[in-house]
């Protein structure tokens, strides 16, 4: 997950590890922090499979060089194909595609509709399966009553998110589509 993160900060500029964890604590939101334990195997193994290289930056004046990386050729063929993977439908899907999201203007018109699509049929999924869990709960009104009506009130929520979600993700698509090639 983090590896489209790390090659579409790289399509930016070439920074430094620190900084792509500064900013990776930020787009993860303050609940999904990575650590250095993991970023930094992360980047070593991304050098070693030549998506990105590594220069050592002496001009710091600290006591050990900066570590600063940049994309590769290779990296940004395997970033092309990392935002062409469709979106696994699993508990990071809704990161993965925000990561995608933010990096769209690298890539074709095509490969972002196909990931709002792709996104837009998760949301769907997901507003098809409260909706029919409420209908359920609603028919069969299992006990405790107060258990149910809270348990009801939470699939109202979930069910305006998705429908706010759905709305957004389909002026999203409309957007792109009006956009000339």
């Known amino acids: 997950m983090y590896e489209i993160f790390v090659l579409g900060e790289l399509m930016t500029g070439d920074k430094h590890g620190y900084m792509l964890q500064e900013i990776l ?5 303050p609940y999904r922090q990575i650590s250095s334990g993991t970023l930094y195997p992360l980047l070593s193994r991304m050098v070693d ?3 990105i290289h590594l220069r050592l930056d002496e001009s710091g004046g600290g006591k ?3 570590k600063i990386y940049g994309i590769t050729d290779s990296g940004r063929k395997k970033f092309l194909k990392l935002m062409e993977n469709p979106l696994e439908y ?6 993965i595609f925000h990561f995608k999201m933010v990096y769209f203007r690298y890539v074709p018109k095509k490969v972002r509709l196909d990931c709002l699509e ?5 949301l769907e999924t997901n507003l098809k399966h ?17 258990q149910r009506l809270q348990l009801l009130r939470v699939l109202d929520h979930r069910k305006q998110i998705g429908i706010t979600n759905i709305e957004w993700i389909r002026k999203e698509i409309s957007a792109i ?3 000339e090639d």
């Not at 792709?118 to 998760?122: A, R, S, V």
């Not at 409420?134 to 009104?141: L, P, S, V």
Request: net charge negative.
């Open 25 to 29: 604590k930020n787009a993860g939101g």
């Open 90 to 95: 699993n508990m990071d899907t809704e990161q």
């Open 130 to 146: 409260v909706t029919d869990f409420e209908a359920e709960i609603t028919f069969y009104r299992p006990d405790p009553e107060k």
């Open 49 to 51: 499979n030549g998506w």
């Open 177 to 179: 589509k009006s956009e």
């Open 64 to 66: 050990r060089p900066r």
């Open 118 to 122: 792709q996104y837009l049929i998760y």
